[in-house]
């Protein structure tokens, strides 16, 4: 069972704590992980964007003007895509980018993300994230005790905490999730996670 350091806001050593192998000591699968995370990333596509193809624009498809003798290009139709207001060619029509995942494969993926990540030294455990007041430089005062500098990172909590959420907002590189619902791209798309023991033993309890 691996064994990290267990850090206070202040960046200072408080402890120690041992993670499960059953979730943090398992084998790196780039093809699964590259599966689900494509997989969610389609799935968040809403799919509603449409333009009307010739055969659906407003009008009649009647011969502008005679084939030859006018002086103009010939022209077989006014709702011809060359024409303003005319169909658009290959138009986008609305359709479902969802593609299903079994949950098996969502529980390997994830601990298979998180272990490299552990492996990595890119998991950080807190032993709590408490704000006084909900102030971005407070906030701050915790990545600068990182030195946490332009990179993305992720404050794993073990449940919703407003003044938390609300002094992280203006941070542009710092996103503030929950236990239960972290997922394979959130640890992926961010450089580092810092996790509080709570939400880590929450975690263990849910993919043991």
């Known amino acids: 069972m691996p064994k990290v350091k267990v ?6 050593v408080v402890g120690q704590t041992t993670l499960s192998d059953a979730v943090f000591g398992c084998e790196y699968n780039e093809a699964l992980i590259h599966q689900v995370v494509v997989a969610y990333n389609n799935n968040q596509r809403q799919g509603t964007k449409s333009a009307l193809l010739r055969s659906e624009v407003r009008g009649h498809a009647k011969k502008p003007w ?19 207001g005319g169909g658009i060619i290959f138009a ?14 969502k ?14 030294s890119e998991v950080v455990v807190l032993d709590s994230v408490v ?6 430089k407070l906030v701050q005062e915790i990545l600068n005790n990182f030195k946490v500098d332009g990179k993305n990172v992720m404050f794993v909590l073990n449940e919703k905490d407003d003044v938390v959420l609300r002094a992280a907002n ?3 590189n710092l996103k503030v999730t929950y236990a239960d619902v972290l997922g394979t791209y959130d640890i992926v798309a961010n450089s580092k996670l810092y996790i ?13």
């Open 92 to 105: 986008p029509k609305p359709r479902d980018f969802s593609q299903k995942v079994n949950k098996s494969m």
């Open 131 to 136: 704000l006084a007041e909900p102030k971005t």
């Open 107 to 120: 529980v390997a993926a994830f601990k298979s993300a998180i272990s490299a990540k552990l492996a990595d």
């Open 170 to 172: 203006n941070i542009p």
């Open 66 to 84: 005679r084939q030859k003798g006018t002086g103009r290009a010939r022209q077989g139709s006014s709702k011809s895509a060359q024409w303003k």
């Open 196 to 208: 509080t023991k709570d939400a880590i033993k929450k975690l263990e309890e849910a993919y043991k």
């Open 7 to 12: 850090y206070n806001t202040k960046a200072e």
